[in-house]
């Protein structure tokens, strides 16, 4: 197969950690007789030196035309006096909203190499811990009306939490395709025992389930989620929410995985053009000492294989050959602990690559 990827190096430690998943990308590619073409995209703290710009029309154009987008990450010091619109982050939130992105996906696994990483107890790691929050990203409370003013001479602030049966479709659609992918089980999370727009949620979430006979959907409140994600983390595959409740749960959900530097993401939309990012930010304190973590980089470009381009085996492979580099004992400083041999980031990048090369030696 043949793709087109707009690769976002962006600031901080973002070049470093892309240049590691473009090593692991054509690796793969070599292996499964791919061809991978690049297009590298300025955005961020770099776009607004070069362009004045966080991410020009034309950059977001390149995005646009590609078949999904790789990102490091963006920001810096140096630009935190910059006005609201010459912000590195106005860029991202220019580019998924240039690309119609509704649909953030977060997974929550602990590799069992790192299992002493997460506050969670060894019994409840030992079972095993890998799941996804598939999230509403552009609707609800947050993109509702926001306003304060006095009545019944109190000041009193309004919020409105909306949701439209088309907007649950589309972000339900997402999460039972994902399933799909994964091992079938699909649990929608809502507040359906108090929130009009959960009633209206779960009911159309039960008439897609029809739609997708090989996903079993679940029902759960947002306040039991809360607390089964620290109690039995094990039950979930495929978790669906709306965008306030994802944002609280999937930061629960990082957080018993133990190591930022880990953590891959996608964000997608109507069609398979997905952005494609490590849940991290730029890192200034440690960027070009060689010292970032680049698996989370690594693994969103696993992500994009998987959801964007329909290629598991390759996922998988990725995958796989992360999971021997953490059993050989390497780590970068971030997951460092005792016994293990610390590495750079270009070290991990080889050595997820000698491991790609391993497991084609033995195919
Ligand atoms: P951060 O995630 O960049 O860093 C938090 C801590 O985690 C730091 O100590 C850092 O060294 C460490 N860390 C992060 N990623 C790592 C990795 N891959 N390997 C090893 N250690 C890692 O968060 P921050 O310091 O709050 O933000 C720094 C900049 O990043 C800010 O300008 C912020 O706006 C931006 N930011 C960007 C994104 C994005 O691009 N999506 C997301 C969050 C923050």
């Not at 470093?16 to 297009?39: C, P, Q, R, S, W």
């Not at 935190?80 to 991202?92: A, C, I, T």
């Not at 953030?104 to 929050?133: C, H, M, T, Y």
Request: charged share 25%; aromatic share 6%.
């Amino acid at each position: 197969m043949e793709k087109n990827i707009a690769v976002i190096r962006g600031d901080g430690i973002g070049p470093e950690i892309v240049n590691e998943a473009i090593k692991v990308l054509d690796k793969i590619a070599e292996m499964y007789g791919h061809t991978f073409h690049y297009t590298d995209v300025y955005m961020g703290g770099c776009a607004i030196d070069r362009f004045g710009d966080p991410l020009p029309e034309s950059e977001l154009k390149k995005c646009a035309e590609s078949d999904s987008v790789l990102l490091g990450a963006v920001g810096g010091n140096q630009w935190n006096d910059m006005p609201g619109h010459l912000r590195p982050e106005k860029g991202l939130l220019r580019l998924r909203a240039g690309l119609g992105l509704y649909s953030n996906n977060r997974p929550a696994k602990i590799w069992p190499q790192l299992a002493e990483a997460s506050p969670l107890k060894q019994s409840i790691v030992d079972k095993g811990i890998d799941f996804i929050i598939v999230r509403e990203l552009i609707g609800g409370i947050y993109f509702g009306e926001h306003k304060t003013e006095i009545i019944d001479g109190e000041n009193t602030a309004i919020d409105m939490l909306t949701y439209n049966e088309k907007e649950i479709e589309r972000i339900g659609r997402i999460g039972f395709e994902t399933a799909q992918k994964r091992n079938k089980k699909l649990c929608s999370v809502e507040k359906s025992n108090v929130l009009d727009s959960s009633r209206l949620w779960k009911k159309v979430m039960h008439r897609l389930a029809e739609e997708y006979p090989d996903v079993t959907l679940t029902d759960m409140l947002v306040d039991n989620c809360a607390m089964q994600i620290v109690r039995n983390p094990a039950q979930f595959d495929v978790i669906v929410t709306e965008n306030m409740f994802g944002d609280i749960l999937s930061d629960e959900a990082s957080m018993i995985t133990g190591s930022i530097g880990m953590i891959p993401s996608s964000s997608l939309g109507a069609g398979s053009c997905g952005l494609y990012e490590p849940i991290h930010g730029s890192a200034p304190d440690i960027a070009g000492q060689n010292l970032a973590n680049p698996i989370g980089t690594i693994l969103s470009a696993a992500m994009m294989l998987r959801y964007s381009f329909d290629m598991p085996k390759e996922a998988d492979a990725i995958e796989q050959a992360v999971s021997a580099y953490l059993s050989a004992g390497y780590r970068t400083a971030d997951i460092m602990s005792e016994g293990m041999q610390q590495v750079g980031c270009k070290e991990c990048g080889d050595y997820i690559v000698a491991c790609l090369c391993q497991k084609e030696e033995t195919a």
